[in-house]
């Protein structure tokens, strides 16, 4: 059975660190692109950041370039994702995200989500 | 940046057809895929590469892509079918979501 499993979120600062963390589960995690996902409270999703199955590739929405950065550990199972310089715009369920097939990037696993607060 | 638009809601009686649209600038060029979301609750593939179904979604779902738009089709609507759902596409390898129907089942 797929499962991801996300920790990390909580309350931040604006203008703080955060480390998100998704352990995988279920299948073989190095053959998959991985993805986050958001969803601020109330709102619709926004894809966040993607990273190619060896880390060699990785693609982020223009709200969170140069300030989110996305990362994976094959050996652990785990994907990342660094936030720093955070904004209270960025305060969100943060979804990790698994595709259907090795050779699509669509979402069909879904993590249950952390919940990233900025405020002061 | 890409953009897609959809209604904000739409209301169908339990066994009738509820159709939401997706709309964007030349999207029947690209791949579409719909996700549904209920409250509380992660989001659910229904609907990939236009048409497709991943395994265990129900036949009543359907999409279709052309032209400027993208279909989801919820056919024989059930109570169960209440929920929001959202467009998706790629661009310039970035995800682009839609802004999400809300689906109410009067």
């Known amino acids: 059975e797929v499962q991801l499993v996300e920790s990390g979120g909580g309350l931040v600062q604006p203008g703080g660190s955060l480390r998100l963390s998704c352990t995988a589960s279920?299948?073989?995690?190095?053959?998959?692109?991985m993805s986050w996902v958001r969803q601020a409270p109330g709102k619709g999703l926004e894809g966040v950041a993607n990273i190619k199955q060896d880390g060699s590739e990785k693609y982020y929405v223009d709200s969170v370039k140069g300030r989110f950065t996305i990362s994976r550990d094959n050996a652990k199972n785990s994907l990342y994702l660094q936030m720093n310089s955070l904004r209270a715009e960025d305060t969100a369920v943060y979804y990790c995200t698994r595709p259907l097939s090795t050779v699509t990037t669509v979402s069909e696993y879904w993590g249950q989500g952390t919940l990233v607060t900025v405020s002061s | 940046s890409y953009e897609m638009t959809q209604p904000p809601s739409v209301s169908v009686s339990p066994g009738q057809t509820a159709s939401i649209t997706c709309s964007g600038d030349?999207?029947?060029?690209?791949?579409v895929s719909w996700y549904q979301q209920k409250p509380g609750q992660s989001p659910v593939l229904v609907i990939y590469?236009?048409?497709k179904r991943p395994s265990g979604i129900p036949e009543r779902f359907s999409g279709s892509n052309s032209g400027n738009t993208a279909t989801l089709t919820i056919s024989g609507t059930q109570a169960m079918d209440e929920a929001d759902y959202y467009c998706q596409t790629w661009d310039s390898s970035a995800v682009v979501f839609g802004g999400g129907t809300k689906v109410t089942v009067l």
């Open positions: 030349k999207l029947g060029d690209k791949y």
């Open positions: 279920g299948f073989t995690f190095s053959d998959y692109w």
């Open positions: 590469q236009d048409r």
